[in-house]
């Protein structure tokens, strides 16, 4: 860590920790610090470990060779039972974490809690927050960190000392409105995504200032009649329930000046009521940080029905293309196909399957439309039921991919799943789940998904390491040939990033279903992920295997054994 060069190995934790914080430079996690995040691995300060959201390291300490040395320096309670889904970030020796209602500032070398921010919700919160009273981390700018709420409220406080420094309210949580999501700064500018999609709300992507907690814009999902886009709703009322959450974090190109955004679900899920494409739910938005223009989007599902969403994370590389290199944006979508999109101008460049998948012959590359099967179209027009793949969990969940310059390869927890689905009839209710919909999950116990590190452009899989229960984790690439990545029963493991080899694991105190990260100190490579099992299967599968998996949260972090 080029910050730390007054630092030496060998010196006690304690004294190394406080002098890492007195080397830390100032004005850490400025605009600078935040584009270079994926080449100082000193330090993780974004969500994604660098803007482009590859989470890659090119740290190799720990390697295939040496990753049997691998053992737990420390770990943490989080005091959480309710899911540990956050990505922690590094600063300044300070390790922060963050679950639903608590935020933590941690000694990165020993584990020690430096301060505590709790927060207090009412009673009723769980209704808003209908898919998990989760957090999925912070952010970093200028000395302040900063974080959103289950009461749909955004919050900075003081990274030294944990005072409360702004809150900033978004929406009226008992309006169904939710935040989960990980802020990002992009070019001076604080940005957040709301959580509605269950509830009839109408999404939005909204800005703030940094300093203040003044909103700089708010640029609705749902266009109102008028507006570009609004055409693709039927006419009436339907547009101001339309749902578009935007709870997952984008990614943020420095050099266009772009942010990219997944924008999911139309509401209610029956799509009898909503004939149209209704944009922009299920796509991708590419805006201006500083004033939320839109430049171009990609629609991915248009009038979803499935709730495959459009959120999951938006990574970025260069990568060949019919021979040609091109500036990419890639997706595992809920539906089952992975997309490559030019970041430049939203041209689809490919849309292959990565799982199975039944809902569609296809993605038609003139139009980018999927082609659905007979029975799709037929459910379509007469509300029967249909049985297709993948069920609402999708082909790939919330929980982020990693790519490796190294390999050309996406590695990604896959899911394999589907469900008997058909329409229904619901009457909407301010602030109540707004679903109208039946189904009838199916599951196989032997066949919940797998680890796989799949080709950008056609979506196979060079290898798979597959799982008998659906894995949410996170995944994280090194230079050391590495793959580290969790499961639902509670094991962390690490494989070979070219043959997909098991090369080590550690059995963790709960299921895993967070966001590893890897970093470096004094010449010592650490890795840090949080176990404490939750998340929507857990909540909605009724799976009897993971009744056996105690509950409750640790941040756990490793290094070699000296």
């Not at 969500?47 to 943490?76: C, D, E, H």
């Not at 959580?195 to 999902?221: F, N, V």
């Not at 399957?353 to 039944?358: L, M, S, V």
Request: with cysteine; aromatic share 12%; glycine share 12%.
């Amino acid at each position: 860590m080029k910050s730390m060069d007054c630092l030496r190995n060998g010196l006690p934790a304690a004294l190394a920790a406080g002098l890492w914080a007195v080397c830390a430079p100032a004005g850490a996690q400025s605009t600078a610090v935040l584009s270079a995040d994926h080449t100082t691995p000193g330090d993780v300060v974004t969500y994604g470990m660098g803007y482009s959201q590859q989470r890659f390291s090119p740290l190799k300490q720990i390697n295939a060779r040496t990753v049997s040395r691998l053992v737990p320096v420390w770990a943490m309670g989080t005091n959480n039972s309710l899911g540990d889904e956050a990505q922690p970030l590094v600063s300044g020796g300070m390790m922060y974490y963050t679950t639903g209602k608590s935020t933590y500032a941690v000694d990165a070398l020993t584990g020690r809690m430096a301060w505590k921010h709790e927060l207090e919700y009412g009673p009723d919160i769980g209704r808003a927050a209908l898919s998990g009273q989760v957090n999925r981390g912070p952010a970093l700018y200028e000395g302040k960190l900063f974080r959103t709420t289950l009461d749909a409220q955004v919050l900075a406080l003081d990274a030294k000392t944990g005072k409360e420094l702004w809150k900033s309210k978004s929406a009226d949580y008992k309006q169904g409105y939710s935040m989960s999501v990980a802020p990002l700064v992009a070019n001076g500018v604080l940005i957040t995504g709301i959580g509605c999609g269950e509830h009839g709300g109408r999404g939005y992507i909204e800005a703030w200032d940094p300093e203040t907690g003044k909103q700089l814009w708010r640029k609705y999902t749902i266009p109102a009649p008028g507006e570009p886009g609004s055409e693709t709703w039927p006419e009436g009322d339907a547009w101001t329930r339309g749902g578009g959450p935007a709870w997952l974090t984008g990614s943020y190109d420095p050099a266009l000046d772009l942010v990219f955004w997944g924008v999911g679900n139309a509401s209610p899920w029956n799509a009898q009521d909503r004939r149209g494409d209704n944009l922009y739910t299920a796509s991708v938005l590419a805006m201006r940080p500083k004033t939320g223009e839109v430049v171009w989007y990609y629609q991915f599902t248009p009038n979803d029905t499935f709730d495959f969403d459009g959120n999951n994370e938006l990574v970025q590389a260069d990568i060949l293309v019919a021979g040609k290199p091109r500036k990419v944006v890639m997706q595992a979508n809920r539906n089952g196909f992975l997309y490559v999109l030019d970041r430049v101008s939203g041209e689809l460049l490919a849309a292959n399957a990565f799982t199975r998948q039944t809902w569609a012959e296809g993605i038609d590359m003139k139009t980018g439309r999927p082609v659905e099967t007979a029975a799709v179209k037929k459910m379509r027009e007469t509300g029967d039921w249909v049985t297709v793949a993948p069920a609402a969990f999708g082909g790939k969940n919330w929980n982020p991919m990693s790519f490796s310059p190294a390999t050309g390869l996406l590695y990604a927890n896959v899911l394999d799943n589907e469900w008997d689905y058909r329409p229904a009839k619901q009457p909407y209710e301010a602030g109540a789940p707004y679903i109208a919909m039946e189904a009838k999950w199916r599951f196989d116990q032997k066949a919940g998904g797998a680890l796989k590190a799949l080709d950008p452009v056609t979506g196979k899989a060079k290898w798979q390491h597959p799982w008998t229960i659906a894995s949410f984790s996170g995944t994280l690439a090194t230079a050391g040939d590495l793959v580290f990545t969790g499961n639902m029963t509670g094991e962390f493991a690490a494989f070979h990033a070219g043959t997909g080899q098991k090369l080590w694991s550690f059995q963790t105190s709960s299921g895993i279903v967070s966001q590893p990260i890897t970093w470096e100190h004094g010449g010592r490579q650490y890795v840090t992920v949080a176990s404490g099992i939750g998340t929507v299967y857990l909540f909605f599968a009724g799976d009897e295997r993971l009744a056996t998996v105690p509950p409750g949260g640790t941040l756990w972090t490793f290094a070699l054994m000296p």
